[in-house]
């Protein structure tokens, strides 16, 4: 029950680091993560943090859709970071 309220915390902790990004952008190794920098891997990042926070509500309330959906959102949430690494070492 831990696991699940950590994990919930991260999405929401990337949901304000979003906002954050949105209204000024971060810089990463000379790199500016906004909104004007990087759209699609911002949308991309929306869409995974959100699908976390989501799959794990379910998972904490015992559906079987969190139970599909968790490990898949743990998982998009690897890619994703594979690809802000992959925009990062350009």
Not at 11 to 36: D, E, Q
Not at 51 to 73: C, N, Q, W
């Amino acid at each position: 029950m831990i696991l699940f309220r950590v994990v919930m915390g991260f999405g929401l902790l990337n949901c304000l680091l979003l906002t954050v990004a949105v209204v000024t952008p971060l810089t990463v190794k000379g790199l500016s993560y906004g909104w004007a920098q990087a759209p699609s891997l911002m949308i991309f990042h929306v869409l995974v943090s959100a699908a976390i926070v989501y799959a794990t509500k379910e998972k904490m309330r015992g559906s079987d859709l969190g139970h599909k959906a968790f490990p898949a959102s743990i998982m998009s949430y690897v890619l994703w970071l594979c690809m802000a690494l992959r925009w990062l070492a350009q």
